[in-house]
């Protein structure tokens, strides 16, 4: 037994490690896959004639297990990448790309916001392509591609959690919502969707999932308007019953507080 605790107290820190650097590539159409990097992130690879696009490249150091996730399924090189938005768990590798001659391109609004090392070249949308203001960072691009009927939606999906809305870089909870209820009335019913964490969602569960985010909105809203300060809103939980939605950045009282901020 003793030796038996030895050796796996040795491979510990060697599996933490490898955890850390995990890219798991998840088939999702003949040309697309879901890359899910350190258990947390989506990164999206499609397979072109002549190479692989890669939609955001997860956090920092983790190019070459995204690259590694990428020739398990397919041999040609990657060629571009393309930023979804700015955070930093979607374009941390960006430097890691840059410095093996691929291009890395962006909106506007994304670039401005990247660190050194990291800034790639202007993105100019093109058809399928959407970028929407004020709702989850400032600046989100969705991409629809009809052919394969999937959407790469970013972080206008977070997978039956509360979303983390960036307020400081203009995000806005009530934007947020209603640019998921955009996407959702533009895509079709058999679309595969692809959020920027967890798994693939259908139009239907996007869609459910988007009403619950409102009900939640809504039971906090009518606090809003009868005038309760914030610390009264939280004492009276609002939100009990939505635990499930709940993560480590966003509990319900954080929650409150986005909904609160963008209505008053």
Not at 102 to 122: C, F, H, N
């Amino acid at each position: 037994m003793k030796i038996k605790s030895l050796i796996l107290a040795l491979l510990a820190p060697i599996c933490l490690v490898c955890q850390e650097n995990s890219a798991v590539a998840e088939k999702v159409t003949d040309h697309i896959y879901r890359i899910e990097v350190k258990g947390s992130v989506n990164v999206v690879a499609v397979i072109e004639s002549d190479g692989v696009l890669l939609y955001d490249t997860g956090y920092k150091g983790s190019g070459e297990a995204i690259e590694n996730a990428v020739k398990g399924f397919i041999s040609l090189p990657i060629k571009a990448v393309y930023n979804t938005h700015y955070h930093g768990d979607h374009t941390g590798s960006n430097d890691y790309f840059i410095s093996r001659g691929v291009k890395v391109y962006a909106v506007g609004k994304t670039l401005e916001r990247l660190g050194d090392g990291q800034k790639g070249e202007l993105w100019t949308l093109g058809e399928g392509m959407t970028e929407y203001a004020e709702s989850h960072s400032g600046s989100d691009v969705v991409v629809y591609m009809a052919d394969e009927k999937v959407a790469i939606v970013g972080d206008m999906l977070f997978e039956e959690r509360f979303p983390y809305i960036d307020t400081a870089a203009g995000g806005d909870i009530t934007v947020y919502l209603e640019t998921q209820g955009e996407i959702i009335s533009s895509l079709p019913a058999d679309v595969k969707i692809i959020g920027g964490h967890g798994r693939v969602y259908s139009l239907e569960e996007y869609e459910a999932l988007n009403s619950l985010l409102w009900e939640t909105y809504d039971k906090v809203k009518e606090l809003v308007m009868a005038d309760e300060s914030l610390d009264a809103i939280k004492a009276a939980d609002p939100l009990a019953g939505y635990e499930k939605l709940q993560w480590h950045l966003v509990n319900k009282d954080k929650w409150v507080e986005i909904i609160y901020s963008s209505l008053r």
